[in-house]
């Protein structure tokens, strides 16, 4: 289901009458950064640089069942949880006529498809960092936090009352990761930082240019789904 929903979801977006916002979309997140923006991040990324490996070796040495708990319940909000999270806004949108839970839906498809899988994915290739438990040379940045950030970000910016409790799920997912041994916390800040500013900037490039939603729903090949059209 998640993957089926997945593609079908963002080779709409991506492919069919809304290829023009996409496009938009990636010309606005380009044009976003600002010399403020990158100083600070690249100054929380080396300064974790310096706490990593004692933050991991803190971790490693403080697990708990209820830590246990917590982070594998939580740590899936950064992968097939928050695909779930988006599939839910979309359906009940088209449900209840609901314009902000669209908005957020395609808001937030457009942010994965452009931060967890092109910016992330791009820099970990550049990077090849180990990953602290040495398993691969995908570490940096992580695609968990990069994703969870990403949606986070974008259901702030359509339900400001839910700001702090979308950070907070994100932040979890930040911290499971390195509870897990699988990224280094300068891994997750990075990846916190490029999901939350692509989120952001996709929202408000988004914000004055709403196109409307045709849902036709998919069924053949083994598989079901919806196809998400849009026209400007």
Known sequence: MRRTLLVLLSASTLACASAK?????VA???KAPTVRGLAVTAAATGAALLLDDEIARAARSNNTPALDSFAKNIETFGGGGSDKVIAGF????VAANDSRARATAFDAIISSVIASKAITPALKEISGRTRPNGEGDASFPSNHATQAFALA????????RLRWLAYGVAGGVGFARVYHDAHFTSDVIA???IGAF???AVAKANRSER??????PVAGGGQRGLLVMLTQ
Not at 21 to 25: I, K, N, Q, S
Not at 211 to 216: D, E, G, L
């Open 198 to 200: 692509v989120g952001h």
């Open 90 to 93: 979309l359906l009940y949108g």
């Open 211 to 216: 196109a409307k939603w045709t849902i036709v």
């Open 191 to 193: 990846g916190a930082a």
């Open 153 to 160: 970000s974008v259901i702030g910016s359509h339900y400001p």
């Open 21 to 25: 916002l996409a496009v938009h979309d």
């Open 28 to 30: 606005a997140v380009a």
